[in-house]
């Protein structure tokens, strides 16, 4: 695993972890399946996202409803009621909201 590839950890002591576990993957001593769980330790928890945030996010990187809408695969009125606070993305809407907040939509489309 390259240092491209390896995902940021949320502290140093699950850095710190996660550099021994390539270690000893690397070695042969952890297989890859173990491997994919200190992964998952280490991913950045995925922020909850309140109305402000949403549209702060499509202003930041100028985007319509309709098209955040589109790279978010949502429909329009899901983003309406996310931003007027009627509903809370969850699960993977919140976690492409991260991304594109993180990455831009760039790494969307």
């Not at 021994?20 to 996202?49: K, S």
């Not at 702060?56 to 329009?76: E, G, P, Y």
Request: hydrophobic share 45%; net charge positive; glycine share 4%.
């Amino acid at each position: 695993m390259t240092d491209k590839t390896k995902p940021k950890a949320r502290s140093r002591i699950l850095d710190t972890v996660h550099a021994t576990a390539v270690d000893l993957h690397a070695a042969g001593l952890i297989d890859l399946r173990r491997m994919r769980e200190f992964d998952a330790l280490c991913l950045p928890p995925v922020p909850t996202y309140t109305p402000a945030n949403i549209k702060s996010i499509r202003a930041k990187h100028n985007l319509s409803q309709a098209v955040m809408a589109a790279a978010l695969n949502a429909s329009l009125s899901t983003v309406r009621q996310w931003e007027i606070g009627h509903k809370k993305p969850s699960g993977p809407a919140a976690k492409l909201l991260s991304v594109l907040d993180r990455k831009g939509l760039d790494a969307l489309i």
